[in-house]
């Protein structure tokens, strides 16, 4: 939980303004952790502290950064220039990224919100079983053509490609990222999951790499408990979303247009 150092605490009452949750008391000129049973260990009291006095002992402290002037931040145009030119891939080049690229963006997505700061996500990167673990996939697709549906056109042309050794579902990324949530842990995996795609997607276009969700892996995994028990899937757990990921192996001259943004001012 929460650990407020006595002896640096001023007694700013910062950390007591800024906890939503209620959990620090002022008492006899200082800050005091009474929120045991409350405390979603946010961080915001941390954040805030000006004489750095409250640590956690769920985390490791020294991650921390201070603020400062001086550290790269992106700017408005340039995030909003990365948004616009983001692509969903779907033509690769043979370069394996290096591990050291996808920790380093895995490590970003960690810092995306989850509810109740529950952090119940876990990612399983696949890399050299990626060929393979595509291909069992359209195979289950091409099973479940056979119980017909709104999808079942798509499911069979995605096994034919398959048995044709072409790899509709992530065009032969060299990695495909699994984003795993865990339910019993956090109750909003799904959402937290969607937030963690938005970070992973923008962080791979900062490293040159390009990406794209595919929702029918999904499908696959869902209906087949074999592969779930392949991946390592353990109880509890689900597919949040199916990352392809890989260096692009086409030049994109420019951003295109999306429809005219439809808001309502209240």
């Known amino acids: 939980?929460?650990?407020?150092?006595?002896?640096?605490?001023?007694?700013?009452?910062?950390?007591?303004?800024?906890?939503?949750?209620?959990c620090i008391r002022f008492e006899?000129?200082?800050?005091?952790?009474?929120?045991?049973?409350?405390?979603i260990t946010c961080g915001h009291c941390m954040a805030v502290c000006p004489s750095n006095a409250i640590e956690t002992d769920l985390y490791d402290n020294q991650e921390a950064v201070e603020w400062s002037q001086d550290l790269e931040m992106a700017t408005t145009e340039g995030l909003f220039n990365r948004m616009r030119f983001r692509r969903s891939i779907r033509s690769y080049n043979k370069k394996l990224p290096e591990k050291a690229v996808i920790r380093q963006i895995l490590d970003g997505a960690r810092f995306a919100g989850t509810g109740g700061n529950r952090q119940a996500l876990r990612y399983l990167v696949i890399m050299e079983r990626a060929g393979e673990v595509a291909k069992k996939?359209?195979?289950v697709l091409g099973r479940l053509a056979e119980n017909g549906g709104f999808y079942a056109s798509a499911f069979k042309r995605i096994c034919q490609a398959s048995q044709n050794g072409q790899d509709e579902l992530f065009y032969h990324a060299p990695v495909i990222l699994l984003i795993i949530g865990n339910r019993k842990k956090g109750f909003n995996v799904k959402k937290d999951g969607g937030l963690a795609t938005a970070y992973i997607q923008l962080l791979c276009e900062t490293e040159g790499l390009g990406s794209c969700v595919n929702g029918f892996f999904g499908d696959a995994f869902e209906a087949d408990q074999k592969l779930?028990?392949?991946?390592?899937?353990?109880?509890?757990?689900?597919?949040?979303?199916?990352i392809g990921?890989?260096?692009?192996?086409?030049?994109?001259?420019?951003?295109?247009?999306?429809?005219?943004?439809d808001v309502t001012w209240l």
């Open 28 to 39: 006899n000129g200082k800050a005091s952790f009474k929120g045991e049973k409350r405390c």
């Open 137 to 139: 996939a359209a195979e």
């Open 245 to 261: 990921i890989g260096y692009t192996d086409v030049s994109y001259l420019r951003s295109v247009p999306r429809k005219k943004l």
């Open 1 to 22: 939980m929460i650990l407020i150092h006595q002896e640096t605490c001023t007694g700013c009452q910062a950390c007591v303004k800024e906890c939503f949750m209620s």
């Open 228 to 242: 779930q028990s392949d991946l390592g899937i353990r109880e509890g757990e689900c597919l949040v979303n199916a």
